[in-house]
């Protein structure tokens, strides 16, 4: 989706590895978010970024630590995967008035 | 606690056949409700924002309202191209940051 870029599309992991899901706006909005989606769960929080430099848990953030870095790029990175994590990732950004803006999304499957 | 429910789950209709979607909320204070449509294997969509009880928006076959406990998308005529699977969320005043609660949405198809 134009505006978010997320990388990348697809991933397989095997139990207990690491990886970095990366997320990178184009504009200077303060907020970043990152959201997992899992059939019959919806959309749930799992880290918020209000500004560079700060970020804060959501509402499932237990085994995922995430990194603001600059205002553009907001990481998401599992350090030791576990198959309750197989999920399709979204990375969002935007405030209250102009919307939320998502990216495409990383789908990642841990076997 | 805060939460979102949709309904139904799943709807299907003839095009031409109009109908609404349903979302109703509990949250201690509403900042915001906000609907987005997602197309399978892309990222939501931003569609509307509402902010007070009795606010509507329109955006071409799209209606949305909102009263103090629900929010309704109405779709009028609806074609094919409209099938997808609808997203509400709010945004709480007690919510930490600025970040979003969603229900876990109505797939609709329209057949032609």
């Known amino acids: 989706n134009a505006g978010v870029t997320q990388t990348p599309k697809f991933q397989v992991l095997k139990t207990g590895q690491s990886m970095t899901l990366q997320c990178a706006q184009d504009m200077n909005h303060n907020s970043m978010y990152w959201y997992r989606q899992d059939p019959g769960m919806g959309l749930r929080l799992i880290y918020y970024s209000a500004s560079e430099g700060t970020t804060d848990k959501g509402e499932v953030p237990n085994g995922y630590n995430v990194s603001r870095l600059n205002k553009r790029e907001f990481s998401l990175r599992l350090e030791s995967a576990a198959p309750s994590q197989t999920s399709v990732y979204f990375c969002?950004?935007?405030?209250?008035?102009?919307?939320?803006?998502f990216g495409s999304g990383t789908r990642l499957t841990v076997v | 606690e805060d939460q979102v429910t949709q309904s139904p789950e799943a709807l299907r209709l003839q095009e031409g056949e109009s109908s609404s979607l349903n979302c109703s909320y509990t949250v201690s204070g509403l900042r915001g409700l906000f609907w987005y449509r997602q197309d399978p294997g892309k990222g939501p969509e931003f569609l509307f924002t509402?902010?007070?009880a009795g606010e509507e928006k329109e955006k071409e076959r799209l209606k949305a309202t909102l009263t103090k406990k629900e929010s309704f998308l109405h779709i009028t005529a609806p074609k094919p191209e409209d099938s997808a699977t609808y997203l509400c969320a709010v945004q709480a005043v007690n919510q930490a940051g600025t970040a979003l609660i969603f229900g876990k949405g109505t797939t609709l198809s329209v057949s032609s």
């Open positions: 969002a950004k935007g405030d209250r008035g102009s919307g939320y803006t």
């Open positions: 509402l902010y007070s």
